[in-house]
Nanobody, 116 residues
Framework: QVHLVESGGGLVQAGGSLRLSCAASGSRFSIGLMGWYRQGPGEQRQLVAT???????IYEDSVKGRFTISRDNAKNTVYLQMNSLKPEDTGVYYCKTRDGARTISWGQGTQVTVSS
């Protein structure tokens, strides 16, 4: 079972930056796809960005040019650098991974609040 530990959320003013981290441990298999999802108040969880083990990243349209996803394969850690934050970026951010056995795991979530 993969255990995910997220960190880096908090309260920031609009235009500010935050960096989220998610460290994966416990899998017998290599970690493949890693990603970040956001669940805003009263909304469904939606994809923010994902990255493959080879470094190919995709982004949700509203965060393109502002957010950067990256990973350190040696540490099984994925990062989300969030710049030029907007109030609509507010929500709980969840880390998601898929390992070599295609087991999907979710983190506990970290709150990001952007004030206007």
């Amino acid at each position: 079972q993969v255990h995910l530990v997220e960190s880096g959320g908090g309260l920031v003013q609009a235009g500010g930056s935050l960096r989220l981290s998610c460290a994966a441990s416990g899998s017998r298999f290599s970690i493949g796809l890693m990603g970040w999802y956001r669940q805003g108040p009263g909304e469904q969880r939606q994809l923010v960005a994902t990255i493959t083990s080879g470094g190919t990243a995709i982004y949700e349209d509203s965060v393109k040019g502002r957010f950067t996803i990256s990973r350190d394969n040696a540490k099984n850690t994925v990062y989300l650098q969030m710049n030029s934050l907007k109030p609509e970026d507010t929500g709980v951010y969840y880390c998601k991974t898929r390992d070599g056995a295609r087991t999907i795991s979710w983190g506990q979530g970290t709150q990001v609040t952007v004030s206007s």
